[in-house]
């Protein structure tokens, strides 16, 4: 299949959603000429144009299209065009109620925003194909044409009857027989017992807790139904354009979305990534996100989407300070991205996002967010034959899976304040933290070229996930594991014991008593930390090695961290600089080295290929040891204090660097040697 490289060519893709639609055609001129000074070469068209296309049933306004087509491809930008399947025109939830989705009360979502159709509606399918198939016949022979984008964050959830019927059949296609559906949800508890299928339903409101393994089911149902919407119309523009890859973008760390079945299924790998400027950690939840989708894609990923200042969609909206949209920018390319891209190229006056920047702001080609993006622009085109197409080698895993985030958010748990997704946040902030660089992976993937393999949080792990882990162990692989993980099985059944009886030996675990949750602002005291959120009363095996034990409480002198040979089990969350100390400290045991030795705090380093990226995450200057020589590939562009410079001289590839460099405010640097 075409990937990504069939499109950069070298290059790294730099443009936005540009919606010009919206905008009289001078404009349009204007926005090419400031694309073509900032250097973007993409753009993404189309992705909520279907109403401008077919405003009445059936017919096909494509004039102004064309027109935006030529224009791009006679100005060398390349465009990404969507199928504007995301957002149905009023007319078809008009003349089409069958297309609108349906809440867990049974009440319709309206048209008047977006994304209001129906995953399961046949109808809103037929539509969709349809225009699909046109989109790809008119446009899949046009030169400006280099990938496709199917609709756009597929995440709407579905709980009508024509819902019900699907949920029914990818039931049936899964268990084959009602007994087998009765036995896997334990129907036998509270007389929910299934006699006939017409029983089945997607779980809507109820008066008390609903049966999780439904509940399980209908979100790994619901990811299929979206899934199904997105192939049935890859496969209409693959048929057109075999030779053009297909990508549809994620949310980041989006809940209704199997990423690692939907990233099987894409050409490329694509994602929206919104950090808050004022978050302490959002470069760290960018790390993750990042991590998380380089890993998905196996490669290089495209950012498909970020902000170029302020969203408009948080209580309240921060711009990003100078130089942040740059340094996130190249964090991104860092980790892998060979394509940074925005929502959207120019600033709306109208509808829901006015307030949503653009890479063209409401000040326009003078205001500090356009020149910001030109800069940007020109840095990654003195990078990107260097990076495009680069590859990153991370001798840590750590593993996430959403089936196990899925079941672990159910209601009625031991503890409502553990979030599956915190807690792998909290994870990889610690290894973040200690500069050392991870992929993601799932529990049954092959871990046998990591040096080191974390599990923040697996409540539930099929068996095989469970081989895998034993034989990556036996294989000489160092194992950590957090708290609540290796409970349930794939139907959400407690494993005998609260834990797989495998997992509880491997770690050196006889018996797990009870789990002992922490009120939020609890600590439990531990030797040398303190614990939060968890705790746990196990009693350990005689081969076990107690690293650290509870004190004090009615937990005292009981295992807290605990290993036998290279499996190590965690039953708190050490506090942030614990959890740090501890995981550098096994990673060291496990030969998986820091990027750098002795790096400041704020700075983060990434290998690219045989590049290294050093990024200042902080407002002051800072100096960075870098043993040797080396070209800094950014410094030709700057001569200010926002970027690395040197002790040498510039250079038509970049600033001789020796043994050290002065990384301003937000400033990155991009080393050769
Ligand atoms: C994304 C979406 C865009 C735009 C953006 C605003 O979720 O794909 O269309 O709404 O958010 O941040």
Redesign the pocket.
Known sequence: MPGLDTVTNGRILFGG?YNPEQWPEETWREDVRLMKDAGVNSVTLG??SWSRIEPQPGAREFGWLDRLMDVMHAHGVGVVLATPT?SPPPWVGHLHPDTLPVDQDGRTEWWGG?QHFSHSSATYRRLAAAITEDLAARYGGHPALTMWHIN??YCTYDWGDEAAARFRHWLRARYGTLDALNEAWGTAFWSQGYGDWAEVHTPRRAHYLKNPTQVLDFKRFTSDMLLECFTAERDIVRRATPHLPVTS?F?PLWAGQDAWRWAAEEDVVSV?L?PDPRDPLGAQHGALVQDMTRSQARGPWML??Q?AGP???RGVNHPKPRGLNRLWSLQAVARGADAVCY??WRQSRQG??KF?SGMVGHAGEEGRTYQEVKRLGADLARISARVAGRHTVNDIAVLHDWHAWWASSQEARPSAHVEHADVLHAWHRALWESHLTTDVAHPEHDLAGYKLVVVPQLYLLTDTAIDNLLAYVRGGGTLVSGFLTGVADEDDRVRPGGMDARLRELFGIRTLHEWWPLDPGEHAACDGFRGTLWSEEIEETDDAVVEASYRGGDLDGLPAVLRRDRAWYVSTLPEPGSLRELLARIAAGAGAAPVLADLPARVEAVRRGDLLFLLNHGREAVTVEVPGTHRNLLADTDTDTDTGTGTGTGTGTGAEVTDRITLGRYGVAVLSS
């Open positions: 959603d992705v909520f995301a977006r756009n964050e973008n949310m929206d919104y498909m989407e902000a969203v408009n969609w929502f959207q829901a996002e949503h």
